[in-house]
């Protein structure tokens, strides 16, 4: 399958390479994987471009690794048993499914008759989404889903404060020389610190705020990752599945050193 996109040195060709989907990809998956590479690699160069062609990677991974297919085996899997009765070994919960900020993306991608197999294609197809979305952040402005301590919040937040501060007395400096404009300025750039350190403040219901780092092999954007992918799970299915989040992080992160004990390293140090 081949799709026409922008050369992104030029903006003017066709990408060369094809996205080849398997055809062990279960057919929502399938859809997503070339319906979003087609996108990410038809949009223009801008200062975001980074982030497109991280995502069209991440894109090109996840809809074509061999290591997917265990995990489409595991989240459509069923148990033993005959007709109906053979239920899916990690059913998908419809309440959470569509009360899930991806559910709107995902509400028609199946064809399903019966409403349990449409709810756990819905299901899988949002797990695609969450692992592949996490690349289309721009990381420059730090705003995402990584881990960070309480500490480096804090200590952020200061920094930021004292900016705020120094702001302040400066343009208490510029009102005694005359100059209203200028402390104007300085009390609007002190006003905006003030706002940014607000929000910067750790939240109870942030699971990306940390106790503490669990390891050094990874930045504080994988390690968001690993977090993100295990609450999804959590969320939908009713259980961490650290071993399907561990091949999932591989994947998405072009590795194959994050295992079902790093996953669960990383996650129980969430506050």
Known sequence: MTYAG???????????????????????????????????????????AESFEEHAKALKRVASDD??????????????????????????????????PYFSAVKHISNEPEEQDRVQEQAAAVMF????????????????????????????IATIMELADRHEQDACTYDQLGSGRAARTLRT????????????????????????????WASDWDRGLIIQITQYCTMLFGKELSGTVATLANVALDRNDITKATVQGVVKHVR
Request: charged share 30%; net charge positive.
């Open 129 to 156: 989404l969450v692992v592949t979305g996490h690349f289309t952040w721009d990381r420059r402005y730090g705003f995402g889903p990584r881990t960070r301590t309480e500490a480096e919040i804090n200590r952020e």
């Open 189 to 216: 750039l002190a006003a905006d610190n003030r706002k940014l350190a607000d929000l910067l403040r750790p939240d109870p219901q942030n699971p990306w705020t940390v106790k503490r780092k669990s390891s050094r």
């Open 67 to 100: 290591r997917m297919e265990r995990v489409w085996s595991e989240l459509y899997g069923r148990r033993q048993g005959v007709g109906k009765e053979r239920k899916y070994a990690h059913p998908a919960n419809p309440k959470m499914v569509h009360a899930c």
């Open 6 to 48: 922008g050369d992104r040195a030029r903006l003017e060709t066709s990408e060369a390479s094809a996205l080849e989907i398997p055809s062990w990809v279960p057919a929502a998956i399938a859809t997503l994987g070339q319906t979003g590479y087609a996108e990410a690699i038809a949009r223009p160069l801008h200062l975001m």
